[in-house]
């Protein structure tokens, strides 16, 4: 069964920067579209970006659009969400696992992003 292991989280001040990193065990992230999610306390967890890696189609969620960025590497099997100008509103538990619904995982658990103002 895959597996997401997801790490690179920390604490940093607004208008910093983080990258996080996504490996699968058990399976690949180059099978199908893969994605960074994230939960905020009381909140229900977001898709904030997907990678199709074939192609390479990116998307995001409005809230991250020009800030973040998904990213591959095709022989390392992971991918990365590069995070800049960072907001306290973007602290949460980010998490990777496949884009399509019927695919999804059993989730990691996850790297803490904390946005301190």
């Known amino acids: 069964q895959v597996q997401f292991v997801e790490s690179g989280g920390g604490v940093v001040e607004a208008g910093g920067s983080l990258r996080l990193s996504c490996v699968a065990s058990g399976g690949t992230v180059r099978s199908y579209p893969t994605g960074w999610y994230r939960q905020a306390p009381g909140k229900q967890r977001e898709l904030v970006a997907s990678?199709?890696?074939?192609?390479?189609?990116?998307n995001y969620v409005d809230s991250v659009k020009g800030r973040f960025t998904i990213s591959r590497d095709n022989a390392k099997d992971a991918v990365y969400l590069q995070m800049n100008s960072l907001k306290p509103e973007d602290s949460a538990v980010y998490y990777c696992?496949?884009?399509?619904?019927?695919?999804?995982?059993?989730w990691g658990q996850g790297t803490q992003v904390t946005v301190s103002s």
């Open positions: 990678i199709v890696f074939g192609v390479g189609t990116t």
């Open positions: 696992n496949y884009a399509r619904v019927e695919l999804r995982a059993p």
